[in-house]
């Protein structure tokens, strides 16, 4: 199983247009490299490639992977996209992927439901091309392609909720993904707001781990006077502090964890930042946008 992260912020990307906190001015002066929104495509075979999330900057990102750009006509190796949730920097892509002449979306009821009737992303996308609506069903398996399965799970969260939803059940999931010929597992998990015992054990023991790295700090918004809400509000778990992602995942027995969804704010985006270096020493990693991953 290849992965390959097409783009590793959170919502806005780095820098973010509107920002001139510090880590926004130190990329802008080439301090630290430019992110894209959070996506990743995922194949069994380097030919059939899967989008986990369409973030608004997945033309940039298609264009800069030649394993997704098109054959002599318009065939591409494009097989499906599945979401996470609704959030617009999952899925605004989707009205980016309207020229194709049809559409293969794995989601879970919930968030098709947000998709139509919330944000109406999915029936503006219907009016351009057929969409195939699989059904995500979370804690059952789901084969995607030869060699290549995975099942979503539920991830409990209290962030608002933007489209009136009106349930929590499959409003966020994670994907734990499995290839079949050599076994190897990988969970990509870009919201969390808590590790419960349900996700620990969906974590336990994959051979990669991309984890919400959203915040370094619970409050660090509130700090820089951005925002009012604490990371966990958010959705988020922070990475630092004694319940943070950074003090509970070593005792997982994960192979590679790797952090993705990197708020504009999160020092973890410049290499020589103390919080970089607390993450290296404990053998953590923090993804960039092209980063390859073999499982």
Not at 95 to 117: F, G, I, Q
Not at 150 to 166: L, M, Q, S, Y
Not at 275 to 290: F, I, K, N, S
Request: glycine share 10%; hydrophobic share 40%; with cysteine.
């Amino acid at each position: 199983m290849l992965l390959r992260v097409l783009g590793s912020a959170a919502g806005g990307g780095s820098p973010q247009w509107n920002c001139g906190c510090p880590v926004c001015a130190a990329v802008r002066s080439r301090a630290g490299l430019a992110r894209t929104q959070s996506s990743v495509a995922i194949s069994a075979d380097s030919r059939r490639w899967f989008l986990i999330n369409a973030s608004p900057d997945l033309r940039t990102q298609i264009e800069a992977f030649p394993s997704l750009h098109p054959h002599d006509d318009r065939t591409t190796p494009l097989e499906a996209v599945l979401v996470t949730d609704a959030e617009l920097d999952h899925t605004l892509g989707l009205l980016l992927l309207r020229e194709a002449r049809a559409l293969r979306l794995y989601a879970t009821p919930t968030v098709r439901k947000t998709l139509s009737d919330g944000s109406g992303i999915l029936r503006t996308l219907e009016r351009y091309c057929p969409v195939e609506w699989r059904a995500v069903d979370p804690g059952a398996d789901l084969a995607l392609a030869d060699g290549l399965s995975c099942r979503a799970f539920d991830v409990p969260t209290t962030k608002r909720d933007r489209f009136g939803a009106g349930v929590d059940h499959g409003r966020v999931v994670g994907y734990r993904l499995t290839d079949e010929r050599s076994k190897g597992t990988l969970v990509y998990l870009p919201g969390a707001q808590s590790l419960t015992p349900a996700l620990r054990g969906e974590i336990e023991g994959c051979a990669c781990l991309l984890i919400d790295g959203t915040c370094w700090r619970d409050d660090e918004l509130i700090r820089l006077g951005l925002a009012g809400k604490t990371s966990r509000e958010m959705g988020h778990l922070p990475i630092d502090g004694p319940d943070g992602s950074l003090a509970q995942l070593p005792s997982m027995g994960v192979g590679r964890t790797i952090y993705v969804h990197m708020n504009n704010t999160n020092p973890i985006l410049l290499e020589d930042a103390p919080e970089r270096h607390t993450l290296e020493e404990r053998g953590m990693e923090v993804a960039m946008d092209g980063l390859e991953i073999q499982v």
